[in-house]
Structures are given as structure tokens and as C-alpha cells.
């Protein structure tokens, strides 16, 4: 050979190589880089919270005593109320005073105020009482500068009550068109309601009449605080030895709860409803901070809900004295009396953040991302809030969490709902267990058929057969995963719907006919001319079998269910097993992504068994081993690693497959082994969802922890896979 000839193909070869390991190093890199993306995009869910002082101004001279303060969502403009009722506005970024509104046009003094947010119910020292709202326009002018406009809304004087002794404290709620409910705790350690109550005649005609009445039953404290909830419907309130006491409002008020909910005999402090008005947080003297929730009893009854404590927060080291709720999420901020600032989140109970800030009362911002409050000294200090993600952490993703209106903790996945009250809920447990689960019925349809297939094709079937067969599944490989969806969801999922007790029952009755059949032709099969015309079709005699078992189980379902599932077996199944059936299930699932995966376990596998050398079967065979015997006991283990290999690849190929599960299930976020209900996996929950998740909020990085989570699965298999392989290698040797 001529020296250049080598050297031309040497240089190729080097080339070559390079070109390869270049080539390759890019792939690596390219996947890292995927991975880096998403961890860094799901990341900032595990961020915590932080404050920053944006402003501080100074007590001005001569000015009265601060009670109150307030911020708008674009933290340009702050309030004040002093104890006289007027209301002083801030521009933020000058901090100049912009403008200042009197609730009450004669000069009073606030004896206490009830806060509903921005909201204000005053009681004066001469026993009038006053309500507003502080609200803030925003306005952009032909440049696109925006500015905030504050002012006092909805001013108004209660009707005058006689009240049968002195009032305390006073809430009102509703009004601007709705009904108004007030409560008004008096000094003998009564309520005093006042009801708008609106009926209709039989021809439709409204009528609004106010009905009064006292709560003058025996309770077991003071009342130490108390709260109203936005429909006027529910009153909660604290007394001064820890009970915590419910009472549903109507013609007359029903005491429907009194527990304790602060322990060792100390006083409720605080107290507040969470956003949605269904669990109420209570602080108390001992600085506990603690929300309940009304929860239906043990035998099922919605009407006879009771509170229990569901979550408890970080408790402050000192009696708390304000609990201000987030009109964003599940959110609270407390206050003690030492002037420490709380942030948490009910749900996750997360604790969020912590301000030693010696104020001595507070506001929060409608979104959460301000927070203003008032130091001994009366000067206001404010805040900007970075806090996007508060309820996210491991326990709400892979923990059971007590969410609202749930009777017991669980794992839930339900990102959004109708109302902006919503607790999302975002488990991923259920989605893990919907990716398991579907590639578990998967496999136990495809593994079967792909590994004996293979071990017909490359031992028993004739070459010209196997030369047919083989690129013929292959091929399947082929067809879109769509495809086979579309197929599935809309004809097979019907298709089995309607035979659904025959397809069961031909799980007993096909395997049974197998049985027989082998058993009666096993003789015919021995001998000499049998076996050697029927060699490697010997298939085609279970055709018939095939088709008799699936016509016996066809005539006979509709028989079994008339006779033992009272002619519905769906139903009977839902009344008697308390199992609902659902067109697309796991049944469905089960043939769909088999399909997908049985061409790459047949392929692989058929591959790893043909590269046997046929001298280990001679030998086998040689020394008196049935050809089964051979294939079981020398093909199959020196064709382990292979095999091996064959079935973690189809694994990986179900665990992400996307569009098959998307269309083929319900898409339902349960944890159930049933084969009859759906599931929802990762892949399928991030096509999904990704449409509606708002770039860079909570749900869209859940998302991205999603295709971690999928990414690092598919990665543990393939590890966990090759080292097994590896083991299989080393103890059959190279095959």
C-alpha cells in the first residue's frame, strides 16, 4: 500500500476524530446549558424575601397624633390619619405633602377605628360614627408620566343608634349599594347588629327594611377584638382569656363556635380575616399567630362546619396588636407591641420576613410590594417589598397542605380558579405520581409483547419473515406521537368504553384459551413432520385462538352484566367499588404510549439477541437443551445488558412523552392507582398550563421546576440504568 494512501487515511481518521469529539462536546454542552436555563428560571422560587427603607419622613411640627398609614401599589404616594381624622398624602418621591381630606367636616377626635384595608369605620369621641375609603386614580398624560391623585371616597355618617350602652369599637360592611351590616361592641360586653335585610313579594317587587337586634348571650371572656367579614354575614371575635367565637348573622345571630385559641388562659389580641374571608387569623398575648378555618365534621355534614387551627406562623416576642391581610395572596403582616413587623404566608407557612423597626402601627400596600408605618416618634417610614414568590416552598410542592374549604390536608394541584380569592395549589406529588403512573401501565402492556416478539423474531421466525416483520415495527417508530393520541382519545377510548367489561374479562379468557390450546396441541407439535412444516409459524394457529377468545368474551360480558352488575357495570362499579369511570384512563394510556415505545424495546432488544454468536446456542442445543431451555437459560442472560438497555430507553421514551398523555387522559391531577380514572404527568402539566402562566410569576416558574424535575428524572434512569448495564456486562461478559 503506498505510504501516501496511509497517510491520507490517517489524516481522515484524525479528522474524523476530532470533528466527532468536537461534535460531541457541543451536545454535552448544549444539555447543560438546558439544564442551567431552567434551574435558573425556577430558582427565584426559593428566593427570600427582602425590605428595603425607600423613604423616611420626619414628624413635622405641631402635627397631632398619627393613628393610621397607607401606601398606593406604585409606592408614589403615602397617607397618614391623625386622631383628629384628616387624612395627609405624600408624594414619595419629593416627599412633599400633597393635599390633605378631613373625614368629618366639625373638628372631632377619634376615639378608635375599625381598618378594612383602605377602608375606615371611625368612631368619635362623641359616639358619631364616620366611614371612608381611601383611594388613588392614576392618570398618564401624552408622554405616558403617570400620576397618582388620592382622595377620600364614599364619606359618609352612619344613622345615629341607641345603643343601650356605650360602644366600644364599631364595623360596618357593604354600602355603595349593598347591603350595610353594623356591629358595634358595647361597653357591657355586648354586640349591638344592624342589618339591611332586602325581601321580595310574589310578584318580584324589593323591599329593605333594617333589623336590629343585640348578641346579649353569656360568653366566656371580654371581648377583646373582633372582625367582620365582607359580606356583613360572619362575626368573629377574641375575648381576653383566649376563646375565639363565631356567629352567623341573619334575622338574629347563632353562635356556631367557641374554641380556644390561645393557649394558657392569655388574651386574643388581634385578630383579621385572610383574603377570601374563610380563615380568620388570631394573635394573642403570648405573641402566637395562628390561622382557623371552619371545617366540615367527621361525618361529612357542610352545614355543621366547625373552626379548627389549620396553620400556624411565627410567633412574634411579644403580645401582637395588628394583623393587616394581603389583598394579593394568602399574606399576612403583624405587628407586636414591641414594634416588630412580621411577614407570612398562611398556606405555605412560610415565615417571610422580620423588621425590628419599633413602629407603632402599619400599612401594606394592595400588592404587597410596599409597606409604610409610623415610629414613636410619629415620622412614617416606608419600605419596597420584594416578596413574589410566598407561597412556594418544599412543603407546599411535595408536602400535604390543609388548603381552604379542604376537609383534611392533601396533595393538590390547582394552579388557577374563577375568583381572585384563590389559594393556588401547587403539589407536585400528584403530577410525579401521574408521570409513574402512566409509564407503569405502559410498560406492563408494551414489555410483553416487545421482549417475546423479539424473541420469536430472532429465534424462531424464518429469515424471510424476520426480514418483513422487523422494519415493519420498526417503522411504527415512526408515526407521530399525535397521531397515535388523536387515535386513542377519539376511536379506541369510545371503542373500549362500550366493551370495557369484555376487554376485563378477556384478561382471564384469552391467557385460559392459550392454555388449553398449547395443552391440546402439544402432542401434534412433537412430532417430526409437524414440527418441521410448521417451524416458525407456528403464530398462525393462535389466530383462530385470538379470535374465538375475543368473540366468547363479547357474547358473554353483556350476559355477566345483566346477571352480576344489575346491566351497568360502570355504575356498579362507582356504587359498589367507589371507582367513577373515565372515558380516557389509564386502560387508554396503557395502549397509547405502548404503542410508542414497543418498536424501540422490540428493535433494540431483537438487535441485542440476534448478536448472540450462534455457537453459544449450538452448544446449548448440542448438549441436550430444548430450545426454550436455551433461550431462557443461555440467550436471554448473555442478552441482559442489551435488553436492559432496550427497556430503560422505552422507560424514558414514556416518562416524556407529551402529546399521547395530553390527549389521551383527562388530564386529572389525582393520586389513584384505578386503572378506570386518568392522571396528569410533568410533560403533559407544562404543555398545558405554559399558555396561561404569566412570564416570571409563581406558576411559570413552577412550571420550569416541572421540566427540572422531568429532566432530572429522565437523568437518574439513564444513570441508574447504565450501571446496571454495566454489572450485566461484566458478569455475562461482553454480550
Not at 416478539?453 to 429465534?459: E, N, R
Request: hydrophobic share 50%; proline share 6%; charged share 15%.
Amino acid at each position: 500500500m503506498e505510504r501516501r494512501f496511509i497517510q491520507k487515511v490517517r489524516r481522515h481518521d484524525r479528522i474524523a476524530t476530532r470533528v466527532i469529539t468536537v461534535g460531541g462536546m457541543l451536545i454535552i454542552a448544549s444539555v447543560i446549558a438546558i439544564l442551567l436555563l431552567i434551574v435558573k428560571v425556577a430558582l427565584p422560587l426559593f428566593a427570600p424575601a427582602s425590605a428595603e427603607v425607600i423613604r423616611q419622613l420626619p414628624a413635622r411640627a405641631g402635627q397631632t397624633a398619627l393613628v393610621a398609614a397607607g401606601m398606593d401599589d406604585y409606592r408614589e404616594v403615602a397617607f397618614a390619619l391623625d386622631n383628629q381624622g384628616i387624612f395627609t398624602f405624600y408624594d414619595l418621591k419629593s416627599g412633599a405633602t400633597l393635599t390633605t381630606a378631613a373625614i368629618s367636616e366639625t373638628p372631632r377626635t377619634i376615639r378608635v377605628f375599625e381598618r378594612n384595608h383602605d377602608a375606615f369605620t371611625i368612631l368619635w369621641q362623641d359616639g358619631g360614627v364616620s366611614r371612608c375609603r381611601v383611594a388613588y386614580t392614576p392618570t398618564f398624560d401624552a408622554n405616558g408620566q403617570r400620576t397618582i391623585t388620592p382622595e377620600l371616597q364614599g364619606r359618609q355618617e352612619l344613622p345615629p343608634e341607641n345603643y343601650p350602652a356605650a360602644p366600644l369599637r364599631v364595623a360596618a360592611r357593604g354600602g355603595d349599594g349593598a347591603p350595610l351590616t353594623t356591629v358595634a361592641l358595647l361597653a357591657d360586653n355586648r354586640f349591638s347588629v344592624s342589618r339591611q335585610v332586602t325581601t321580595s313579594d310574589l310578584f318580584g317587587n324589593e323591599t329593605t327594611e333594617n333589623v336590629s337586634f343585640l348578641i346579649a348571650e353569656e360568653l366566656p371572656g371580654a371581648i377583646t377584638a373582633f372582625v367582620l367579614d365582607q359580606a356583613g354575614t360572619t362575626l368573629y371575635a377574641g375575648t381576653d382569656n383566649g376563646s375565639l367565637l363565631r356567629w352567623e348573622l341573619g334575622d338574629a345571630a347563632t353562635r356556631t363556635d367557641n374554641v380556644v385559641a390561645v393557649a394558657g388562659n392569655r388574651a386574643v389580641t388581634a385578630i383579621a380575616l385572610v383574603l377570601g374571608d374563610i380563615s380568620v387569623a388570631v394573635g394573642g398575648a403570648d405573641g402566637s399567630l395562628a390561622t382557623w378555618m371552619p371545617v366540615a365534621s367527621e361525618d361529612g355534614d357542610a352545614g355543621s362546619k366547625k373552626l379548627r387551627k389549620i396553620h400556624a406562623l411565627a410567633s412574634h416576642p411579644g403580645p401582637v396588636t395588628a394583623i393587616l391581610p394581603s389583598l394579593r395572596s394568602k399574606s399576612l403582616v403583624s405587628l407586636d407591641r414591641s414594634g416588630t413587623v412580621h411577614f407570612d404566608h398562611m398556606t405555605s407557612e412560610n415565615h417571610l420576613l422580620t423588621l425590628a423597626a419599633d413602629l407603632a402601627a402599619i400599612g401594606l400596600s394592595a400588592n404587597d410590594n410596599g409597606l409604610v408605618g409610623i415610629d414613636r416618634q410619629g415620622g412614617l417610614r416606608l419600605w419596597a417589598i420584594d416578596n413574589p414568590h410566598p407561597e412556594i416552598n418544599l412543603k407546599t410542592l411535595f408536602g400535604k397542605v390543609w388548603y381552604e374549604s379542604y376537609p383534611a390536608p392533601g396533595y393538590t394541584w390547582q394552579s388557577s380558579s374563577g375568583n381572585d380569592d384563590f389559594e393556588p395549589k401547587l403539589s407536585l406529588v400528584p403530577l410525579l405520581f401521574g408521570t409513574m403512573k402512566g409509564t407503569l401501565y405502559a410498560m406492563i402492556f408494551a414489555l410483553p409483547l416487545a421482549i417475546f416478539g423479539a424473541v420469536y423474531v430472532s429465534q424462531f421466525a424464518p429469515p424471510h419473515f424476520k426480514q418483513t416483520i422487523k422494519p415493519a415495527v420498526e417503522i411504527m417508530a415512526s408515526v407521530p406521537s399525535v397521531v397515535i393520541g388523536f387515535l386513542v382519545a377519539l376511536w379506541l377510548a369510545p371503542l373500549v368504553e362500550r366493551a370495557v367489561l369484555a376487554m376485563l374479562l378477556a384478561v382471564v379468557v384469552v391467557p385460559l384459551f392459550f392454555l388449553i390450546f398449547i395443552l391440546l396441541i402439544r402432542p401434534l407439535c412433537e412430532t417430526p413432520t409437524s414440527h418441521h412444516r410448521m417451524k416458525g409459524y407456528e403464530f398462525l394457529l393462535l389466530v383462530p385462538v385470538i379470535l374465538l377468545a375475543g368473540g366468547v368474551c363479547l357474547t358473554a360480558a353483556p350476559w355477566l352484566e345483566t346477571r352480576f352488575f344489575g346491566g351497568d357495570f360502570q355504575q356498579w362499579l362507582f356504587d359498589v367499588a367507589g371507582m367513577r369511570y373515565d372515558q380516557r384512563n389509564s386502560i387508554i394510556i396503557a395502549f397509547g404510549l405502548g404503542i410508542a415505545v414497543i418498536p424501540i424495546i422490540f428493535s433494540i432488544t431483537e438487535d441485542a439477541i440476534s448478536n448472540i454468536p450462534p455457537s453459544l446456542t449450538a452448544a446449548s442445543l448440542a448438549l441436550g437443551a430444548s430450545r426454550w431451555q436455551t433461550i431462557w437459560r443461555v440467550v436471554l442472560p448473555s442478552a441482559s445488558p442489551g435488553i436492559f438497555a432496550a427497556i430503560m430507553i422505552g422507560f424514558g421514551r414514556a416518562v416524556g412523552e407529551t402529546m399521547i398523555v395530553l390527549m389521551a387522559t383527562g388530564n386529572t391531577p389525582i393520586i389513584d392507582w384505578s386503572l378506570f380514572n386518568g392522571m396528569r404527568t410533568l410533560s403533559a402539566n407544562i404543555a398545558v398550563e405554559i399558555p396561561e402562566a404569566p412570564v416570571n410569576g409563581t406558576l411559570y416558574r413552577v412550571l420550569f421546576l416541572c421540566a427540572t424535575l422531568l429532566f432530572l428524572l429522565t437523568f437518574l434512569l439513564n444513570t441508574g440504568a447504565e450501571i446496571v448495564r454495566e454489572r450485566l456486562r461484566k458478569k455475562y461478559g461482553r454480550y
